[in-house]
Nanobody, 124 residues
Framework: QVQLVESGGGSVQSGGSLRLSCAPSQYFSRYCMGWFRQAPGKDREGVASISRDGSTYYVDSVRGRFTISQDQGNNTLYLEMNSLKPEDTARYYC???????????????????WGQGTQVTVSS
């Protein structure tokens, strides 16, 4: 069974930073990876993704503040989050994305596997 284990969430004040990590139990060359988030009462939304050639894609609300990266040695996925805002408060999920969804901002419909998520809370 594929497992994606997220870590690094926590509580910070507005303007602070956090770094999320996602360690996959298996690597699939046919998939790419991305981050999603879901705030209370809202739909899950894509945040950022990274394709197999290293191209990155971001949703407009985080572009310039968040950086997605991936360790090519162990395939661990990261999300560096800076200048955090209260509206970034959500549960953040790591995911494997199907190949046809790897050239655009991440879409929920493109997810093959989900992690369990890690909570990020930003206070004003």
């Amino acid at each position: 069974q594929v497992q994606l284990v997220e870590s690094g969430g926590g509580s910070v004040q507005s303007g602070g930073s956090l770094r999320l990590s996602c360690a996959p139990s298996q690597y699939f060359s046919r998939y790419c990876m991305g981050w999603f988030r879901q705030a209370p009462g809202k739909d899950r939304e894509g945040v950022a993704s990274i394709s197999r050639d290293g191209s990155t894609y971001y949703v407009d609300s985080v572009r310039g503040r968040f950086t997605i990266s991936q360790d090519q040695g162990n395939n661990t996925l990261y999300l560096e989050m800076n200048s955090l805002k209260p509206e970034d408060t959500a549960r953040y999920y790591c995911a494997y994305l199907m190949a046809e969804y790897c050239s655009e901002s991440p879409l929920v419909n493109g997810v093959a596997y989900w992690g369990q998520g890690t909570q990020v809370t930003v206070s004003s």
